[in-house]
Nanobody
Framework: QIKLVESGGGLVQPGGSLRLSCAASGKNSLIDTMGWYRQVPGKERELVAIESDTGRTKFGDSVKGRVTISRDNTKDTAYLELNGLKAEDTGVYFC?????????WGQGTQVTVSS
């Protein structure tokens, strides 16, 4: 059973940047993908960014050009950086891991973009 611990988030001013991290522990198999989704009130959970164990990445349309994802496979940790923050980036950001045909979710971290 993989446990995910998220850190980062909080209140950020418009135009600012955020950095989130997600550390996975308890794995017994290779972690295939690590990344982030977010959920805005009243909307479905959407992809922010995800990276495979081979370095392939996929980004959500709403953040393309503003987002960077990286992984430290020695620490089983993924990092997300989102720049040029807008009010519509406000939401709960969830770490997501796919390993051994199982999807794991973190508890989520709130990001609020406001002046």
């Amino acid at each position: 059973q993989i446990k995910l611990v998220e850190s980062g988030g909080g209140l950020v001013q418009p135009g600012g940047s955020l950095r989130l991290s997600c550390a996975a522990s308890g794995k017994n198999s290779l972690i295939d993908t690590m990344g982030w989704y977010r959920q805005v009130p009243g909307k479905e959970r959407e992809l922010v960014a995800i990276e495979s164990d081979t370095g392939r990445t996929k980004f959500g349309d709403s953040v393309k050009g503003r987002v960077t994802i990286s992984r430290d496979n020695t620490k089983d940790t993924a990092y997300l950086e989102l720049n040029g923050l807008k009010a519509e980036d406000t939401g709960v950001y969830f770490c997501n891991v796919f390993s051994a045909s199982t999807i794991y979710w973190g508890q989520g971290t709130q990001v609020t973009v406001s002046s």
